[in-house]
T-cell receptor, first 115, second 109 residues
Framework: EAQVTQNPRYLITVTGKKLTVTCSQNMNHEYMSWYRQDPGLGLRQIYYSMNVEVTDKGDVPEGYKVSRKEKRNFPLILESPSPNQTSLYFC??????????????FGPGTRLTVL | TQLLEQSPQFLSIQEGENLTVYCNSSSVFSSLQWYRQEPGEGPVLLVTVVTGGEVKKLKRLTFQFGDARKDSSLHITAAQPGDTGLYLCAGVYAGKSTFGDGTTLTVKP
């Protein structure tokens, strides 16, 4: 089954404790992206990657890191999480980046709480 | 940063009623997409409109892209409880997607 998977689905942590949220897609998509979703603010892009070893900042990259060493994986790293990073995070991938179609397939989401 | 404003933010209607959701921007987009998100899941693409003035129909859903490619609307005819969810518009430009804040639709039986 073609899908985007994220782990963990739920995470409660404390300020300053490094964490990684994994994202994997099995559709051979070149484009992958991370979003955070907060009430009243919609989906905001954190980082995106057009291909292996190519990553770019989105609209809200502060406090986050990413890497794209393999085509299928795009982990999101929070080196020193803070309470304002409490949010619902989505990973997405796309087959045709750079085109008007750019249909994105989303993972199920990771709900992160930073105390 | 390109911004997309959706209205209304919340909409609660009875089954069988019609409704329209709007997505507006001051920026021009290459295309406009509509996604639907259910609780506990990620958004799922409903449609992509590309040409200014384009109208697409998906069963009871009608999507329109403004002539100037800055705005779009989603019209649902005879809404059903299964239409309940969060509707998100997304503008695509240079391969990058900018999402609106979303419209939460509740359709009561």
């Amino acid at each position: 089954e073609a899908q985007v998977t994220q782990n963990p689905r739920y995470l409660i942590t404390v300020t300053g404790k490094k964490l990684t949220v994994t994202c994997s897609q099995n559709m051979n998509h070149e484009y992958m992206s991370w979003y955070r979703q907060d009430p009243g603010l919609g989906l905001r892009q954190i980082y995106y990657s057009m291909n292996v070893e190519v990553t770019d900042k989105g609209d809200v990259p502060e406090g986050y890191k990413v890497s794209r060493k393999e085509k299928r994986n795009f982990p999101l790293i929070l080196e020193s999480p803070s309470p304002n990073q409490t949010s619902l995070y989505f990973c997405a991938s796309s087959l045709r980046p750079g085109t008007v179609y750019n249909e994105q397939f989303f993972g199920p989401g990771t709900r992160l709480t930073v105390l | 940063t390109q911004l997309l404003e959706q209205s209304p933010q919340f909409l609660s209607i009875q089954e069988g009623e019609n409704l329209t959701v709007y997505c507006n921007s001051s920026s021009v987009f290459s295309s406009l997409q509509w996604y639907r998100q259910e609780p506990g899941e990620g958004p799922v693409l409903l449609v992509t409109v590309v040409t200014g003035g384009e109208v697409k129909k998906l069963k009871r859903l009608t999507f329109q892209f403004g002539d100037a490619r800055k705005d779009s609307s989603l019209h649902i005819t005879a809404a059903q409880p299964g239409d309940t969810g969060l509707y998100l518009c997304a503008g695509v430009y240079a391969g990058k997607s900018t999402f609106g804040d979303g419209t939460t639709l509740t359709v009561k039986p």
